[in-house]
C-alpha cells in the first residue's frame, strides 16, 4: 500500500525511502581487521628474518666440519664433497676438546645444581615469609642483574686465590653459583608467590616442618618454573668464557672448560690452518644445547607463562 504524506500547502509529498539505513560500524571493523593482518604479516616476515639469521650460521658451522680447509675457503656455500668424520675425531683428540667438553659438563652440572638449590630456597623465603629486611635482600638480590661481571673480574680474582681455590673447579662452581643467584631467585620468586597459600597451610596443620614444606610440597608444584630457570643457567654457565678465563690460567690447562678449548684452537689455527677441527669443535659445543632446548622446550614455555600470571 503506498501511503503519501500531505503537508499544510495541500501538496503530496513522496513516500519516504525503505531498507535500513547505513551504520557507520562495518568500515572501522574492516579498517581493524586490515591492520590486524598487516601487523601478523610483518611480524611473520620478522620471525622468519630472525630465524634466518640464527640459523645460517649454526647451519653453516655444521656443514663447515665436515669440510677441508680448501672447501672451507674456495667453496664455502656448498654441500661438502665427503662427511669427514676425521675432522671430529682431530678436534675430539689432539686438540682435547673431549677432555674440555667433560670438564664443561662437570663444572656446569654442579654449578646449575648449587644454583637451583640455594637459589630456589632463598626465593621461596623471600616470597612466602614476612620479616624484617625482606625486601632489602631481596633488592640486593636483583642488583646483581645490574652489575657488569667484567667489573667484578679483578676483585673476584684475588678472592679465589686468596682462598686457594686458583686453578680449581671448586672455585669456577662457586663463582658460577655467585653468578647465576640473582637471576635464579629474581624469577622464583615471583613465581612462588604464584602458588596457593591453602595448600601449604594445610601441609603446615597435617605436620610438615618448614623444610619439609618446602622439598615435599612446594619444590614439586614449582617444577616448571625450575625448569626453565635450570636450562638458562645451564646454557648461561655453558657459553660462560670470562670467568674461566680469568680463574682457570694456562698453567691449569687439563681444567680448562670448553669455551677456553675453542678459543685456544682458534688462536692456533692461525698458524696451523686447521679450520675443519675448530668449526667441528664448534659444533660439538653448539649441539648439546641445541638437543637440551628441544627436550625442553615445553617445560620452559609452561614455566614461563606459569610464572606470568596468579
Request: charge should be positive.
Amino acid at each position: 500500500m503506498d501511503v503519501r504524506t500531505t503537508n499544510r500547502a495541500g501538496k503530496t509529498a513522496a513516500p519516504a525511502a525503505a531498507g535500513p539505513e547505513p551504520t557507520g560500524g562495518s568500515r572501522p571493523a574492516a579498517t581493524h581487521r586490515s591492520e590486524v593482518r598487516l601487523l601478523a604479516g610483518l611480524g611473520h616476515v620478522s620471525l622468519a628474518v630472525w630465524a634466518l639469521i640464527v640459523i645460517a650460521p649454526i647451519l653453516w658451522t655444521v656443514l663447515a666440519s665436515f669440510k677441508n680447509t680448501t672447501e672451507i675457503f674456495s667453496s664455502p656455500w656448498t654441500m661438502p664433497a665427503e662427511l669427514r668424520w676425521e675432522n671430529w675425531g682431530r678436534a675430539w683428540t689432539r686438540a682435547h676438546i673431549g677432555r674440555y667438553f667433560l670438564n664443561s659438563v662437570l663444572v656446569v652440572g654442579l654449578g646449575t645444581a648449587g644454583t637451583m638449590l640455594f637459589g630456589s630456597m632463598a626465593a621461596y623465603v623471600l616470597a612466602r615469609y614476612k620479616f624484617w629486611g625482606n625486601r632489602i635482600i631481596y633488592y640486593l638480590f636483583v642488583s646483581g642483574l645490574a652489575f657488569p661481571v667484567f667489573l667484578a673480574l679483578v676483585p673476584l680474582f684475588f678472592v679465589v686465590k686468596n682462598l686457594g681455590l686458583l686453578d680449581t673447579h671448586t672455585g669456577l662452581v662457586l663463582v658460577y653459583i655467585a653468578y647465576s643467584l640473582p637471576f635464579t631467585v629474581f624469577f622464583l620468586a615471583a613465581f612462588f608467590k604464584t602458588l596457593p597459600t591453602s595448600v601449604a597451610e594445610a601441609g603446615m596443620i597435617d605436620g610438615c616442618s618448614h623444610t619439609r614444606l618446602f622439598f615435599q610440597v612446594m619444590m614439586p608444584m614449582a617444577k616448571p618454573g625450575l625448569i626453565s630457570i635450570a636450562i638458562f643457567n645451564i646454557i648461561g654457565q655453558w657459553a660462560q668464557y670470562q670467568l674461566p678465563l680469568v680463574l682457570l690460567s694456562s698453567g691449569a690447562k687439563d681444567k680448562w672448560v670448553l669455551t677456553q678449548g675453542i678459543a685456544d684452537i682458534s688462536v692456533s689455527a692461525g698458524y696451523e690452518a686447521d679450520w675443519s677441527g675448530l668449526f667441528a669443535a664448534l659444533t660439538i659445543a653448539i649441539l648439546p644445547m641445541i638437543v637440551v632446548y628441544a627436550i625442553f622446550q615445553r617445560q620452559i614455555q609452561s614455566g614461563l607463562t606459569s610464572g606470568a600470571v596468579k
